[in-house]
Nanobody, 115 residues
Framework: QVQLVESGGGLVQPGGSLTLSCVVSGIRVSFYSVGWSRQAPGKQRELVASINIAGRTSYSDSVKGRFTISKDNAKNTVYLQMNSLKPEDTAVYYC?????????WGQGTQVTVSS
């Protein structure tokens, strides 16, 4: 059974930074693509970053240049480094593993960017 547990969310001021972590169990992240998505109130979920088996990363235009996705295969953990945060980055952030073409998501962690 695949389980994903996100942590690291919280309240941060505009321009600040946060690093989200996602501990994965039941599957080895080294063999799968992983990603982070987010959902703000009243909006559709948005895939913001992903990294494939070869280590190639992809980002949405809204976070490109500010967010960095990475994974530690030995720790089976996925990270999202978020810099230069903006109020519009406020959302619940979800970690996911792509299995058989479909992402399986965790429960999410809240990120609030506000002064």
């Amino acid at each position: 059974q695949v389980q994903l547990v996100e942590s690291g969310g919280g309240l941060v001021q505009p321009g600040g930074s946060l690093t989200l972590s996602c501990v994965v169990s039941g599957i080895r992240v080294s063999f799968y693509s992983v990603g982070w998505s987010r959902q703000a109130p009243g909006k559709q979920r948005e895939l913001v970053a992903s990294i494939n088996i070869a280590g190639r990363t992809s980002y949405s235009d809204s976070v490109k240049g500010r967010f960095t996705i990475s994974k530690d295969n030995a720790k089976n953990t996925v990270y999202l480094q978020m810099n230069s945060l903006k109020p519009e980055d406020t959302a619940v952030y979800y970690c996911g593993v792509r299995v058989s073409g479909t992402f399986r998501w965790g429960q999410g962690t809240q990120v609030t960017v506000s002064s």
